[in-house]
């Protein structure tokens, strides 16, 4: 299992990449900096590759690396953060494309993808296919909360939309992994984009569908609101996932918001 553990002074971030218990090899891709890339103050991702032998992991891993490659070297000529992820995902999806016509090992292959990064007091998200985006907000007038904020695009999504799939029967239908947007699947690709205002968030969590699929959203969040460390919350995620079945790789990326917050942003 891949650990690590990053921290700087408003944020804690803790990172788990898991094989899982079936699966011979990870086609996840995680990446995590607390340090600048390019203009934007750090950066998180999850992508889940999906393909044949090795063209799952290839598609993850070309994909973070290439959009990571254009954020450093493109920065200077973007002023607004959302539009930056969003050429950089684009690049990414016609690179992955292009390496998908090379070979026909590589041919069909493609990635989720989510991003997410922190500028003073707004979080910006990016998002494609079915790895997720949830927040814990602080307790109010309310209990402490959870909720995803990216949308899948898979065809489970859109039957739950429709009302004809409960919550339940979603997380063990026959067709729960087939998503309809990836990454290189097509040499264009529709991108999601979010913007939360953190200051009223206590943790976000970003991972693959390999949690999802083996734990529900309310161990999820029992898992979150517990007052463990950021390190030790990551590894439960996983831990659980793989106590449950650990039927695919299992990513996190737990996000802590513990201090103050700069309003300074990149």
């Known amino acids: 299992m891949e650990e690590e553990t990053i921290k700087q002074k408003q944020i804690q971030a803790a990172v788990r990449c898991d094989v899982g218990q079936l699966r011979k090899i990870n086609q996840d891709t ?18 889940d590759g999906m ?3 090795k063209a799952g992991d290839t598609a993850s891993a070309e994909a973070v690396r290439c959009f990571v490659e254009y ?9 607004d953060i959302v539009t930056l992820l969003h050429l950089a995902l684009e690049e990414a999806n016609r690179y992955v494309f292009y390496l998908a016509q ?5 041919q069909g292959m493609g990635t989720t993808f989510v991003a997410v990064t922190i500028c003073g007091s707004s979080l910006y998200c990016i998002n494609v296919g079915d790895s997720r985006l949830y927040q814990m907000n602080r307790a109010g007038q309310r209990p402490m ?15 739950l939309e429709q009302g004809m799939i409960t919550e339940e029967e979603a997380r063990v239908h026959p067709q729960k992994n087939m998503i309809t947007r990836a990454v290189g699947i097509e040499e264009t690709v529709e991108i999601d984009d979010y913007h939360l205002n953190i200051e009223d968030l206590v943790r976000v969590l970003l991972c693959s569908d390999g949690l999802t699929n083996m734990v529900s959203d309310l161990e999820i969040m029992s898992i979150l609101s517990d007052k463990s460390s950021v390190e030790e919350t990551a590894t439960r995620l996983v831990q659980t ?11 996190v990326i737990v996000i802590d918001f513990t201090g103050e917050v700069s309003d300074q942003n990149a």
């Open 30 to 47: 995680v990446f995590c900096s607390l340090e600048p890339v390019g203009v934007l103050p750090n950066l998180f991702i999850v992508a």
């Open 51 to 53: 393909g044949g032998h």
């Open 71 to 79: 954020i450093e070297t493109h920065s200077t000529q973007v002023d």
């Open 102 to 106: 090379q070979s026909e090992e590589y």
């Open 145 to 159: 909360s959870m909720e995803r904020v990216t949308r899948d695009h898979s065809l489970v999504e859109i039957l």
């Open 241 to 251: 996932a793989n106590e449950n079945g650990g039927k695919d790789n299992i990513s």
